[in-house]
């Protein structure tokens, strides 16, 4: 049995679709535990729907985790169910959207496409695959079905892959992607703590950041209150990325940063900000 099942999506709270979806798979077993992770994502956002998942699922036990971020429902996109090398099974669409919690769970072990089968709800929707198709089979993989007995193998490198890759380094410097920008207007980037380890630079120097058309100067602190109120700051932000962010403020709003704009984390220091605590 693997009555946990965590549940995220861009579905909103004001229609039905979260309720729905959850209804069913309580149908199929009863005993599940539902934990919603987001229903906040905003439509279509695969990449914000992956960077959610892939922040909060490895603080969940093991079980069954659905991820619906799906602009692709209803068209000839795979519908997936991965098991991770830790033992828990995402289910979801193959848009890239389960790729980068699969990673954080021990990757991808197995990895098979549902085929249309008997574990499917009759008729299923063209536009709600998430109430038809992956519901049920999150009901049933919870109850303990084996996924080969509802779907196809596939070798995971056929997988489409996730929304960003890891940030590049050379010459010196790191060169990362906003892939979010989260409630408080901070970046999160994807460059890793072990990338900016790796350029020498320490806790509390200040770092040169290129942005846009300039370059700035933040601090390499741990957390906004190592700085003073409006200072921009670079650091590990909860989810496991480096972010920008300005204490008491939004980078985001400072900057005019979205997704997708680039940023260059510079590996030379400026002297030491201030000292630990």
Request: overall charge negative; hydrophobic content about 45%; aromatic content about 8%.
């Amino acid at each position: 049995m693997r009555n946990l099942v965590t549940f995220t999506s861009d579905f909103g709270t004001s229609e039905e679709w979260a309720g729905v979806v959850k209804g069913v798979i309580l149908s199929v077993n009863p005993a599940a535990v539902i934990l919603d992770i987001s229903h906040g994502i905003p439509p279509f956002d695969i990449g914000k729907g992956a960077l959610v998942m892939a922040a909060a699922l490895p603080h969940m036990p093991g079980g069954v985790h659905l991820g619906v971020v799906d602009p692709g429902v209803g068209t000839r996109r795979l519908a997936l169910v991965l098991e991770t090398g830790r033992g828990d099974f995402l289910v979801g669409p193959d848009n890239g959207l389960l790729i980068p919690a699969a990673d954080r769970l021990g990757g991808v072990k197995r990895a098979f496409f549902l085929e249309d089968g008997d574990f499917f709800r009759r008729p299923v929707h063209p536009t709600f695959h998430g109430r038809d198709i992956f519901a049920p089979v999150v009901g049933h993989l919870s109850l303990g079905v084996d996924p080969e007995e509802m779907g196809v193998a596939m070798d995971p490198t056929d997988l489409v892959p996730p929304p960003w890759g890891k940030a590049r380094e050379g010459e010196g410097a790191v060169y990362a992607t906003v892939i979010d920008v989260d409630r408080f207007g901070s970046l999160r980037l994807n460059a890793y703590p072990e990338q900016v380890r790796a350029l020498g630079l320490k806790h509390g120097e200040v770092v040169t950041v290129g942005l846009g058309d300039g370059e700035m100067e933040v601090f390499l602190a741990s957390t906004f209150g190592e700085v003073a109120a409006g200072e921009g700051l670079l650091f590990e932000d909860s989810s496991g990325v480096m972010a920008l962010g300005v204490s008491g403020g939004s980078m985001a709003s400072r900057t005019g940063s979205r997704p997708g704009d680039v940023v260059i984390i510079y590996g030379r220091g400026g002297g030491t900000a201030f000292e630990r605590g």
